[in-house]
Every structure is written in structure tokens, then in C-alpha cells.
């Protein structure tokens, strides 16, 4: 039997794994996410989350006010967050954590004067954003560049994935120039683990298959370290990539992968050698149609062979096959119905055909299917299914590692744990016993064996509804829609299956500090379309726009000499406004507050409070309305001077009396 080996710390590292699971975050609340740059160096992963709402961008200047933008795992330079900010687009910070320490050591070390040198990959998304947290930084990547840095005072900080011998040689060159220096070493801890661990499974594995994507850096180096340790080294990118061949020939084989690895082809990989892993030699040989001593050429697995029946019993058909071994069709793989026996069908002498499933029992018997050989048409109807792109129904029977066996009709086959939906999976079990549409993804034709996939039916389905519920929309409709969920900057507005934006400025006449303040959640709410844009797929709504702008009706609902109420919403020195409705104020000038002399209006009314005004004018060229709060109320009657003055002899006289 085959060893198959791992090596520790292969797969997704946790801050690619803290990426991922920010975007499927935001993918679930949002149904859509910007990312600035690809998330991480894998295609087929990166291809999954624009196939799910998705979008790469390169800059900002790709997104718009209210957009959200996830900062990946290699992170981003200074001014990346400060044009953010400028720019009103929210960020989802995705930046890993190790990558972090290192922008805040360049950054103090570059306040403290040092000059900053990078060992790195100039061209690494990491390097990039490191080097905008100072002022001015050196990458260098060899020993070479090292000797032809002419700066003294450095502050030396290294790329996470980089190999530790880079960096010493790098140090190694400033020692021989006599540069006053300081090291950081900042490569990720996970990162050393996986190298050394991929360099000792190298050293004892007959062949080595590094799993991931060739555009990633880390995975690009674990390639070149086991190549160091061994000849018999093979890049697996995709699952059709293994050297099926050469895994023949050995017996230990070791696998690694690199941080951007998803777990789903690393599960596929190992299950898909595990298939041939369950096979011996002896059954290898066997499968070449070729006897133990090479003197006989017998059957292939899954091939079709035509017999004589020799013998019949209740237990079996044993079958002539003109060759050294005889056939044997067990009674489990006769299909038989009601009370039908063996012998009823079948009697010595019959020519009968039938599909080889075991090359050899133990006892020099092959093994053959008359159930398989029914399952052949339905494989034939696989084939075509393959070639014209048909949907085909197939029920869900279990669970195995990296996905699922789903069975059509007599044939079963894998469909990846990538492939069971449009959204993440987790865990396959909720799917078993479930019949599912997929279409048919890879086949084998040699074995007989498919890969299907149910997620590209579930894009296309989602794709279609998102399509005919777009058709039905245009700008200027008004349409009912429920209210989902809020941001800072808004509201999201389900409109039957697709999300409108509802910026905070559309939703009333008057000023808001938050759409709370007019909607929750689960509102249905009217409103107009005002924008959409097909390419991004973004729609813009407006609230208030159902509803006529207060100036253009002022005359309907107000007049001059009108008694109105409202809210004093704001306080100045000269007055105080008053909302009569939202986006519709007026100014009660502070000598129109009271009958009095007025000199701080802030003792008279408050903000927040309610008061009715009467109108003394309406401006509609200035959109102005002039009120006073004084002509609604009776003047005071005045006290004459001498009473007051009686009034104030009378007090003294008191308080004297008082005091003795």
C-alpha cells in the first residue's frame, strides 16, 4: 500500500483564512464585495468569490462614495486609508495581523530617522504596502542589492514569506560594509514551520506534489525548497494536474501546500489518490490486464467482456472468459425481480457479457456486474450530458473527503465540496439523501467516473432571476420595496431579489443624522429609481422623491398671518429656526421671541422644544419664511415706574426687619 504523507502547516494560514472569512462575511450581508486587488494568489479561489458577488479592483478610483472595499491580507500603504476616508468609501480590514506589526515598526522606525530596507519581492502586493508606511524605503532581495545600498542607520524588516537565509544574507552584506544596522525578523512564524516541515517530508518521500496556485510567492518557494531535497518534485494547481503515472511507480508520497490553498483541492487531491491508494500492486498489475507473471493478458477494471455461463448456482454465475481466470457474477449483481432466481435466467452454456468491478478476489476469480453493465447506458447518457452541456438530477448519497457522491440512475459520481453550492460549505451533511440538478464537470472515461457540479446550475438560476427582476426596472419608476438592513450612509432596499441603495440624503426633505430616524427594518417603503448601472450592478433609490419638495406646495399648506407649530431645531445669535415639516424652516428673529428685549434667545426657547409661530412672510425666490413667536401670545401689561419703585421700599424695609 501507497503512504501518503502531509506536511504540518499546509493550507490556508490564518491571516488568508481571517481574509477569506471577512469577504464571506461581507458576500452574506451584502451579497457583493469590492476588493482592492486579488484576495489571495489563487485563481480558483479568487474565481469562486467574483463568481459570488465578488468584484476585483485595482484602486479607489474603481469605487464610489458608500462602497465597501476589503483591504486583502498583504494590506495597504498609508495613504490607501487616508483617500478612503476622503472619499466616504468604508474599509474591511483584512490586513494580516503579522503584516500589521510590521507597517507599525516601519512607521516608528521611520519617525525615529532610520532609513527602512525591505527584503522582499518589490513587485510582492506585501512589499508594496509595507514601503507606503514611510517615507522613502530600499527593497533589495539578495545579497548583491544589499552590497549597493550607499545609506547608513537601517532599519531592516523582511517580507513575511521570505526564505531566513535571504535575510541573513542581506545581513550578512551590511556587516561586510560596516553599515550600522538593526534586523526585525518579521517572517511569519507559520510561514518557517511550513518551509521546514516541506523540507524534511522532501527528504524521506519517494515524490513530492506541492499543492497551489504558481502566481503565489510562498507556494513558489516550498516548490524550490523540495526541489532542493528531492528530483521528484510536481506543481498541482488543479486537480487534473497529478502525475498519475509517476505516483504508480512510488510508494511515500509526501504533499505540501502553500498559504493560499484552499482545503477543498487539498481534500480532493488526497481523496483522489486515496481512490488509487486502495488498490495493491498485485491490483495495479491487474489493472494493465496483465497476470502476476506476466504470461496472460486478463481483463481491465470496468471493462465490458463476453463469456460462456459454466456454472449457475443460487449464489452466483460463474462465466468462462477463454482466459487463465473465470468470471464470477455474484447474485447481488444480477438485477432480479420479485421471486426470480438465478436459475431462471441463466443456464450453462448461455453466451453472457458483463463488466469486470474486481480484477481478482484472492482466490484468482475475476469479478463481474451484470448491474454495471445496465449502468453503461446510463454512463453513455453521462458522456453526452458532458458534450452538450445537459443538466442532469442525481441523489446525494454520502460524504467523503473533499466532497460528495451523488448517484445518477446506476452510475455514481464526486462532486467537490467547492461545487455543492454558490455559497460556502462548511459541511457537506445537509446534502445527503437530497436530489440536486448539476452538470457534468470532468469525466473519465477509462474508469468510468464523473465530476459533477451543482454550483454553476445555482449561478446560472440566481443570474437568471437577478436578470428578469433588472428587465422589469427602469430609472424613474416608483416601486415597493422592504427595507433590509442599514449603514452609516444609508439603507438597503430589497426590491424582489436585488438590493437598491438608499443614501441617507434621498431618504427625507430635512437633515438626518441616521435613516433610523425615518425607517426600521422590515419597512415597506415606496420609492423611486434614480440610477442603474448594469455593469456594477448597483441601483440608486430615492425616498424622499415620492413625496413633492415642500417649497414647490409652500403655497398650498402655508400662508402669511397662519399659525403654525413646529421644532426649534437650531439657535443662533440673531434667532432661532423652526422645522415646520422636514426640508421647510423658518427664522423666529430674536425680536420676535417675546414682547420683552431679548439679549440671549437661549433663555427663552431650547432646542428640541415645540412652539407655534405666527407666518410674517414667505420668500419663495430666497426660500425664506420669517416668523415671531410674540404674535402669538398677549403682550404683558407693563407696571408703572412709581409702583415699582413702592414695591422695592417695601422689600428693604423687609429685609432690614429680618436682619434685627
Not at 440512475?409 to 436530489?435: C, H, M, R, W
Not at 467516473?449 to 438560476?461: C, L, P, T, W
Request: aromatic share 4%; hydrophobic share 35%.
Amino acid at each position: 500500500m501507497k503512504e501518503i504523507k502531509i506536511a504540518e502547516h499546509s493550507g490556508f494560514c490564518f491571516g488568508v483564512k481571517r481574509a477569506i472569512e471577512k469577504t464571506e462575511e461581507q458576500l452574506k450581508k451584502e451579497g457583493k464585495a469590492l476588493i482592492c486587488g486579488s484576495l489571495i494568489h489563487n485563481q480558483t479561489v479568487t474565481a469562486d468569490i467574483v463568481s459570488r458577488g465578488g468584484r476585483i479592483i485595482h484602486s479607489l478610483n474603481e469605487a464610489e462614495e458608500g462602497d465597501t472595499v476589503i483591504v486583502r491580507s498583504h494590506g495597504e500603504g498609508e495613504q490607501f486609508y487616508k483617500d478612503a476616508e476622503k472619499r466616504g468609501i468604508r474599509l474591511i480590514d483584512a490586513t494580516c495581523p503579522f503584516v500589521e506589526r510590521i507597517h507599525d515598526l516601519v512607521r516608528k522606525a521611520d519617525e525615529d530617522g532610520y532609513t527602512i530596507v525591505i527584503v522582499g519581492d518589490r513587485n510582492h502586493a506585501e512589499v508594496k504596502g509595507i514601503s507606503g508606511w514611510c517615507s522613502n524605503a530600499i527593497i533589495v532581495d539578495s545579497y548583491e542589492e544589499a552590497l549597493n545600498v550607499e545609506e547608513d542607520d537601517l532599519f531592516v524588516v523582511c517580507q513575511t514569506t521570505i526564505k531566513k537565509e535571504v535575510l541573513d544574507q542581506v545581513s550578512d552584506a551590511f556587516v561586510k560594509n560596516n553599515k550600522k544596522f538593526k534586523v526585525e525578523n518579521t517572517i511569519c512564524n507559520a510561514t518557517t514551520k511550513r518551509q521546514e516541515s516541506t523540507s524534511k517530508l522532501a527528504e524521506t518521500s519517494d515524490i513530492v506534489l506541492i499543492i497551489g496556485d504558481k502566481s503565489s510567492s510562498n507556494t513558489q518557494k516550498l516548490f524550490s525548497i523540495a526541489k532542493n531535497k528531492s528530483k521528484n518534485v510536481f506543481f498541482v494547481e488543479k486537480i487534473e494536474d497529478l502525475p498519475l503515472q509517476e505516483l504508480e511507480k512510488c510508494n511515500k508520497i509526501g504533499v505540501a501546500a502553500g498559504a493560499s490553498t484552499p482545503e477543498s483541492l487539498i481534500k480532493e487531491v488526497i481523496a483522489t489518490m486515496n481512490e488509487k491508494n486502495t488498490m495493491s500492486m498485485e491490483e495495479l498489475l491487474k489493472e494493465e490486464n496483465y497476470d502476476l507473471d506476466g504470461a496472460m493478458r486478463l481483463p481491465r477494471l470496468h471493462e465490458i467482456v463476453n463469456g460462456t455461463v459454466h456454472q449457475v448456482t443460487d449464489k452466483g454465475i460463474i462465466v468462462d472468459m477463454g482466459c487463465k481466470k473465470d468470471g464470477l457474477i455474484p447474485k447481488e449483481e444480477v438485477t432480479l425481480e420479485g421471486d426470480q432466481k438465478l436459475t431462471d435466467l441463466f443456464k450453462a452454456g448461455d453466451e453472457i457479457q458483463a463488466k469486470v468491478i474486481k480484477t481478482d478476489d484472492g482466490e484468482g476469480v475475476i469479478t463481474l456486474s451484470r448491474k454495471k453493465l445496465e449502468a453503461n447506458a446510463n454512463w453513455n447518457e453521462i458522456v453526452e450530458a458532458y458534450d452538450s452541456k445537459e443538466i442532469l438530477n442525481v441523489k446525494v448519497l454520502r460524504q467523503v473527503n473533499g466532497g460528495v457522491i451523488a448517484a445518477y440512475k446506476e452510475v455514481t459520481g464526486f462532486i467537490p465540496l467547492s461545487q455543492l453550492s454558490d455559497k460556502y460549505v462548511e459541511n457537506a451533511e445537509e446534502f445527503i439523501g437530497q436530489d440536486i440538478d448539476v452538470r457534468v464537470s470532468r469525466i473519465d472515461t477509462r474508469r468510468n467516473r464523473a465530476v459533477f457540479s451543482h454550483k454553476v446550475i445555482a449561478q446560472e438560476e440566481k443570474q437568471a432571476r437577478l436578470e428578469a427582476i433588472w428587465n422589469t426596472l427602469s430609472e424613474g419608476d416608483i416601486v415597493e420595496g422592504k427595507v433590509m438592513r442599514f449603514t452609516d450612509y444609508g439603507a438597503f432596499v430589497d426590491l424582489g431579489g436585488i438590493d437598491g441603495l438608499l443614501h441617507i440624503s434621498e431618504i427625507s426633505w430635512g437633515k438626518l443624522r441616521h435613516p433610523q430616524e425615518v425607517l426600521k427594518i422590515g419597512d415597506t417603503v415606496k420609492v423611486k429609481i434614480l440610477s442603474m448601472n448594469a455593469e456594477k450592478g448597483k441601483i440608486s433609490l430615492g425616498l424622499k422623491q415620492c413625496t413633492p419638495e415642500p417649497w414647490s406646495v409652500i403655497y398650498d399648506n402655508y400662508q402669511v398671518g397662519q399659525i403654525v407649530t413646529g421644532k426649534v431645531v437650531q439657535i443662533k445669535d440673531y434667532g432661532a429656526f423652526v422645522e415646520l415639516e422636514p426640508g421647510l424652516d423658518g427664522l423666529v428673529h430674536i425680536s420676535e421671541v417675546a414682547h420683552k428685549r431679548v439679549n440671549d434667545i437661549s433663555e427663552e426657547i431650547k432646542v428640541g422644544e415645540t412652539v407655534q409661530a405666527k407666518i410674517l412672510e414667505i420668500d419663495t425666490e430666497r426660500k425664506r419664511i420669517s416668523l415671531s413667536i410674540k404674535q402669538t401670545k398677549e403682550p404683558e401689561e407693563e407696571v408703572p415706574a412709581e409702583v415699582e419703585e413702592a414695591e422695592e421700599i417695601v422689600e428693604e424695609a423687609a429685609a432690614d426687619t429680618a436682619e434685627e
